[in-house]
């Protein structure tokens, strides 16, 4: 499975984005997530959902103002970004695996990143 992230862009802080992630095949059977990396810095884990929508998991730093969902009939996920900070500034990746984890070793497919830019 290929992914493809998109949705990206420069945002002032306290604004929203909305991040999309295309598959190349079917996302059905595996646990979908974002994870970001901002320069210098190491690659976090940020939000995943598990096959079949029945929970997700969040970072503390995002809790309550991002949302991860899924539309399996679609091939997509998405990411929407409420309230954003100059620290969510970074790369972000779609991933998917099998096990809904905040590990990244947990997934198997990573995007290529889209990059988000929160100026204050």
């Known amino acids: 499975v290929q992914l493809q992230a998109s949705g990206g862009g420069l945002v002032q802080a306290g604004g929203s984005l909305r991040l999309s992630c295309a598959a190349s095949?079917?996302?059905?059977?595996?646990?979908m997530g974002w994870f970001r990396q901002a320069p210098g810095k190491e690659r976090d884990f940020v939000a995943s959902i598990t096959w079949g929508s029945s929970g997700t998991n969040y970072a503390d730093s995002v809790k309550g103002r991002f949302t991860i969902s899924r539309d399996d009939d679609k091939n997509m996920v998405y990411l929407q970004m409420n309230s954003l900070k100059p620290e969510d500034t970074a790369l972000y990746y779609c991933?998917?695996?099998?096990?809904?984890?905040?590990?990244?070793?947990?997934?198997?497919?990573w995007g290529q990143g889209t990059q988000v830019t929160v100026s204050s």
């Open positions: 095949g079917r996302i059905f059977a595996y646990a």
């Open positions: 991933v998917g695996g099998r096990t809904n984890s905040p590990r990244a070793t947990s997934y198997n497919f």
